[in-house]
């Protein structure tokens, strides 16, 4: 039986409360929903990853070797980053399910999971991260640039907690519809590190470090904010209170079997930047790896817009599995593609028309100027990646919302080690393309796995409608 979710409030033993503006489009409409929740997440994600272009753009301002070393540090970032969005996710697709099957003190029960959960992981990864940084860079090949990366690295691992609660935060806030504050957590943490970053590298002296403690005092006001919110103003949907905490096995595998799977995909994402770089260092350099960090930097800002689309996807996903209208999902799968195709291919031509001015942002320097023409030819390559995200991203967003968290990292390994890695490796290595051979690979991967996880998931919804 579906639960009732036309009316304004959610009534349960002892628990009773009005729906927020953002549980209604959660339970409404699946393409307003989507359009709604998605445009305060592209601001917020807009001016976080403007933030990591600044940060690339002063740290390049020290020279080819800093930007490299951040560049071997991106690795074990990502592994952090995917934690918190693991995590993340996991929280978001467990919330939603049970907004959308009216269960509120769940929904309260598994926020009070996540952070419990969060806090254990956090511990568990500091301190091997903060200890081995430099001994990991040069298992990387960071060499002469080991240095400059245990000097920025060390800072930014040591806030493992910060990163990940404050991750899990916003999630809860996503979660229940409310994207508005979650855009507002985002937007506080870029405009702060845009500001921090030269008054700490450059006025303080601190040089690289200064970039890594930026991000922390950015992270550190993030968390008051959201500590204000949650148990100060107490106004979310969500109650974080332990009072509605009841260890429950199931609540626990809600979060992890979404979790585990995500952050795995970063950790993915991850290795394949090992692999990357290791590649490129082979065929041209650590200059090569340089090219490749300031680059990247620009190819992520660019598919910012479709992850947030595929981020709401989980949420509205989420409430639509959780309450039983499976008929809603193929509407949630196709409409967030075809939106996100358009967004891809207007960034394709904008990227392929600047793609020599934006590279002189990164070469400003006399030290980084010579990088310039392979930023500006690999920005032009990376233009024909961009039209093959959504369909994947958007696929991967939606298994995860559903709760299949393991099919999303099946098609990720799919798509970054078996397409990505094996064509990077055959058109740099094999066929001797080199440095350019690596990049077409790339986009020759993301082809692939792309167009595999849209079929995957329509054969998945089909049989999901047929036995329902």
């Known amino acids: 039986m579906k639960p009732n979710t036309d009316d304004h409030e959610i009534n349960l033993p002892g628990v009773k409360k009005e729906e927020t503006v953002g549980v209604s489009l959660l339970l409404g409409e699946p393409e307003k929903a ?12 807009l001016l976080y990853s403007t933030y990591n272009l600044v940060n690339a753009i002063w740290v390049a301002g020290l020279g080819s070797d800093a930007l490299a070393a951040v560049g071997f540090i ?30 509120l003190q769940g929904a309260n029960n598994a926020a009070f999971h996540a952070i419990i959960l969060t806090v ?46 404050t991750s899990v935060g916003s999630s809860i806030l996503r979660a229940e519809g409310d994207t508005k504050r979650a855009m507002y957590l985002m937007a506080v943490s870029a405009l702060m590190n845009m500001v921090l970053d030269p008054l700490l590298i450059y006025t303080a002296g601190m040089g690289i470090a200064g970039a890594a403690w930026g991000m922390v005092i950015s992270q550190v006001f993030v968390a008051i904010i959201l500590v204000y919110w949650f148990f100060g103003k107490k106004d979310t949907y969500i109650s974080v209170s332990r009072r509605s905490f009841v260890y429950q096995r199931q609540t626990m595998w809600d979060i992890l079997s979404v979790g585990i799977p995500a952050s795995l995909e970063f950790f993915l994402m991850s290795l394949l930047a090992i692999i990357i770089n290791g590649l490129l260092v082979s065929v041209a350099g650590t200059d090569a790896v340089a090219v490749y960090a300031a680059g990247w930097r620009v190819v992520i800002f660019a598919i910012i ?14 409430a639509a599995f959780g309450g039983r209208r499976y008929e809603k999902l193929p509407v949630i799968l196709n409409y967030s593609v075809k939106t996100g195709l358009m967004v891809a291919i207007s960034l394709s031509v904008i990227t392929w028309l600047f793609a020599n001015q934006i590279a002189t942002i990164f070469t400003y320097s006399p030290e980084s100027i010579h990088l310039a023409p392979s930023i500006a030819a690999f920005l032009a390559t990376m233009c024909f990646f961009y039209p093959f995200v959504p369909p994947g991203i958007m696929s991967g967003s939606l298994f995860q919302g559903v709760g299949k968290g393991m099919t ?20 740099g290595i094999v066929l001797g393309y080199g440095e350019h051979g690596i990049w077409w690979g790339i986009v020759a991967g993301d082809i692939l796995g792309g167009t595999l996880a849209f079929i995957w998931a329509r054969v998945y919804l089909s049989r999901l409608l047929r036995y329902q």
Do not use: H, Q
Not at 34 to 45: E, F, T
């Open 74 to 103: 991106s690795p074990l970032f990502l592994v952090l980053i995917g934690l918190g969005n693991g995590l993340g996710a996991g929280t978001t697709s467990a919330i939603a399910r049970k907004i959308g099957a009216g269960d």
């Open 408 to 427: 999303s990292l099946a098609l990720n390994v799919f798509r970054n080690l078996l397409f990505i890695a094996v064509f990077a490796y055959l058109f």
């Open 34 to 45: 989507i359009r709604k929740l998605s445009g305060p997440l592209i601001i917020a994600m």
């Open 305 to 318: 817009p479709l992850a947030a689309i595929g981020t709401s996807v989980i949420s509205v996903a989420g």
């Open 120 to 165: 254990i992981i956090s511990t568990l990864v500091t301190i091997p991260l903060v200890i081995w940084t430099t001994d990991i860079a040069l298992l990387f090949g960071a060499g002469k640039t080991a240095g400059l990366c245990g000097e920025y690295g060390r800072v930014v691992f040591g806030s493992t907690i910060l990163l990940l609660l």
